[in-house]
């Protein structure tokens, strides 16, 4: 994707992280995806599930189905709007009775300096682990997710995967977690009982926030760096560019960004006059319509 286009596709994604926490307070009934309400999403925790025009059983079985493959149980009752994984004591050899105490270990050490955000990863979270494993540490350390929503994808006569709402992943089931501290998490997968970490992105939040391996956050200036790469068009005073393999987006503090090409009467911003609003890495959610 270039030229406009790239651009808005990209900024839909910021737009969705800062709007996380609002959108699950004031979550539509009539919504085709699962939201997930007071979660704590961990291999032992039952998740209460609000019920949009997604069926319960298709939002249990996607979180029933990453809890057991975490966990090697079954999950136990009908579909009720809630799920429960029991584990077993008895069915863990010696290999998982180790792999969680390490786990806890790890959680229990785990600081925010930690998480640094990189292109590969979250802090020792690299894309491609169990997302079970991802969220336990994060709602340890940054409390529980203010949303989590689970989506499914499925073709359209553009080859792109997409849901109702008409948001686009690179996988056919994605989840979206978000934290107060406007950290939010992607997992996807073509099954949902292997979803795993492919995409982070951080907006403005509350508390202390991570940061990247560089101590880039959001409400920092590029300042005058000469190896930020910044896309020459914009939506509005919106722009977005490229770090060290990260996605960034940015504002203009000092009017707007061109908003088609050869506008000789809109130069393009300073690299000092943009401040960043949010970075991200790996595959997101994005909108396929234009946001402005």
Not at 55 to 66: C, H, K, N, S
Not at 149 to 177: C, K, N, W
């Amino acid at each position: 994707m270039t030229g406009r286009r790239r651009v808005l596709g990209r900024l839909s994604v910021l737009m969705l992280g800062a709007l996380a926490s609002a959108c699950a307070a004031n979550a539509d009934p009539k919504s085709d995806q699962v939201v997930l309400v007071s979660v704590l999403p961990t291999t032992s925790a039952a998740a209460d599930v609000y019920e949009g025009d997604a069926t319960v059983a298709e939002a249990d079985g996607v979180l029933a189905d990453e809890r057991v493959a975490e966990a090697g149980t079954e999950p136990a009752g009908e579909a009720t709007g809630e799920t429960t994984v029991e584990p077993s004591p008895d069915d863990a050899g010696p290999d998982e009775a180790d792999a969680t105490d390490d786990e806890l270990a790890e959680i229990e050490n785990l600081r925010t300096a930690d998480l640094a955000l990189s292109p590969d990863g979250v802090g020792p979270y690299d894309f491609g682990t169990p997302i079970i494993r991802v969220l336990d540490a994060l709602s340890a350390l940054l409390g529980p997710a203010m949303s989590d929503v689970v989506a499914v994808y499925t073709p359209v006569d553009s080859g792109r995967l997409v849901d109702d709402d008409g948001f686009a992943f690179a996988y056919p089931f994605g989840r979206q977690t978000c934290f107060a501290s406007g950290l939010c998490v992607e997992s996807g997968a073509s099954d949902t009982s292997d979803l795993r970490l492919v995409g982070w992105s951080l907006a403005e939040g509350e508390g202390e926030q991570p940061a990247t391996l560089g101590g880039l956050r959001p409400g920092d200036r590029l300042g005058e760096t000469t190896e930020a790469i910044i896309d020459p068009l914009g939506c509005g005073v919106f722009g977005t560019g490229r770090l060290g393999g990260l996605e960034l987006e940015l504002l203009s503090t000092a009017g707007a960004f061109p908003d088609r090409a050869n506008d000789a009467s809109t130069p393009a911003p300073l690299i000092t006059e943009l401040v960043v609003v949010g970075l991200s890495a790996g595959s997101l959610r994005t909108a396929t319509f234009e946001p402005c």
